[in-house]
């Protein structure tokens, strides 16, 4: 069977302390995108995770997910899984995350393993931080490791311009550079406020990303995305995650196309997607 697992986006982001377990304490605000991995799900006599043009190391996110499944919610199947990759690595936008969390999700209703919402939130923070955001999906604000996900009661959906360059971020660097300055923090709860209200204007006033200024000095393309789609008219440009993808912003989907139009073929990964989801 086929399934989707869709990616996020984060609309705020901000690094409250590292904690003594070495784990970083988070304030976010996320949200699902139509961009998807494919999932192809069959039983098999043994896992097997293949995905495609990858060579995946022998402990990847589907097969970690695999094995947390069996030892705390009693999976009892072995899976062939082949991966059919859209959301590209790196990026900020939850790729492995949105892999196992689609399959939690299908293997709780597939196997009739009755996990709550909440089982598979905490099955999922046992994966990884963004593992949690992803099975509940929506827009939500995401606290501590990404355990803690409280859905924002929205419907609200706007098209983004997603940009990346060929140079990926790693994700520990950035936390590691992040442990190393000296940082004011964010106010997040604004950002909330504009989702809520579904007001573009103070989204873009307020929306912003601890770790932006780590990746702009390490990857200097970045700042160069940024002034190509300041200069393509849209409005707001912001990074996702721990990069290396880049926001692009506009209340006319106009703009958001024609941005598209004139940097596809400049960068490997130019999208325009949708954010949001269905409100809770």
């Known amino acids: ?105 299908h293997l709780n209703t597939l196997e009739g393993l009755n996990l709550s919402v909440n089982d598979m939130l905490e099955i999922g923070a046992l994966i990884g931080a963004d593992v949690p955001f992803c099975v509940m999906q929506g827009i939500a604000r995401v606290k501590g490791i990404g355990e803690d996900c409280r859905p924002l009661n929205t419907d609200w959906k706007f098209p983004v311009l997603l940009v990346k360059p060929d140079e990926g971020m790693s994700t520990p660097e950035a936390f590691q550079a992040w442990d190393e300055g000296d940082w004011k923090p964010l106010d997040i709860d604004i950002v909330q406020d504009a989702v809520l209200k579904k007001d573009p204007a103070l989204l873009y006033q307020t929306m912003s990303n601890a770790l932006e200024p780590i990746a702009y000095d390490r990857l200097p393309v970045l700042n160069q995305i940024k002034e190509d789609l300041n200069e393509c008219g849209l409005v707001r440009v912001m990074m996702t995650g721990s990069g290396s993808c880049m926001m692009g912003f506009c209340v006319e989907e106009r703009l958001i196309d024609e941005a598209q139009e004139k940097l596809q073929g400049r960068y490997p990964f130019v999208k325009k997607v949708w954010v949001g989801g269905d409100g809770q």
Do not use: F, W
């Open 1 to 105: 069977m086929k399934i989707e697992a869709k990616g996020k986006v984060n609309l705020a982001l901000d690094v409250m302390n590292r904690m003594p377990n070495g784990y970083h304490e988070l304030d976010m605000i996320m949200a699902e995108i139509d961009l998807a991995d494919i999932l192809d799900i069959a039983s098999a006599d043994q896992d097997e995770i293949i995905c495609e043009g990858l060579a995946l190391p022998e402990n990847n996110t589907l097969s970690k997910t695999l094995n947390v499944m069996r030892e705390k919610a009693g999976l009892k199947g072995h899976y062939k899984i082949i991966v059919e990759k859209h959301i590209p690595s790196q990026a900020g936008l939850g790729g492995g995350s949105a892999d196992a969390a689609a399959l939690i999700r």
